[in-house]
């Protein structure tokens, strides 16, 4: 019987959406706002989602008290009170989009949680406005 065990985070980040070899005008229509020279913050809430199997023992999935350690050592001392573009160095190639840092959570969460489970990365970048990432389940089906 599998069951999934969510922990909410935050992080207040600064970003700003462009692509150098754009030109200002294309950037502006592209990403309005978001492309601000001076770069702009949001206050992000995480959700990340461990699916497996209870252990009999324990009857934890995972413990949460270990999940929360690891969002708080991975996710939020990197990002919290970031510029991400600058400071972030995923960020450095990479335009830091709602979607692109939930990609980056994930590949981040993901060499710390067993094989055997699953991960889900939902990320809020507004109240109304958020993605999900449960990564390439293809490929995780093929090894
Ligand atoms: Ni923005």
Known sequence: MKVKVSRKAHFNAAHRLYRPDWS???NDAIFGLCNNPNFHGHNYELIVSVT?????ETGFV???KVLKDLIKSEIEDA???????????????????AE??????????RPHIDN??????????TPRNF???VGNTLQFKLF
Do not use: Q, R
């Open 116 to 125: 055997s489970k699953d991960l889900e990365v939902v990320l809020y970048e």
């Open 24 to 26: 200002f005008e294309k």
């Open 100 to 109: 692109n840092i939930a990609v980056v959570i994930w590949d981040k969460l």
């Open 62 to 64: 995972i413990d949460v």
């Open 52 to 56: 497996g199997e209870i252990d009999p």
């Open 79 to 97: 990002f919290d009170h970031k510029n991400l573009n600058i400071e972030v160095p995923e960020f450095k190639n990479l335009n830091p989009t």
């Open 131 to 133: 993605v999900t990432y």
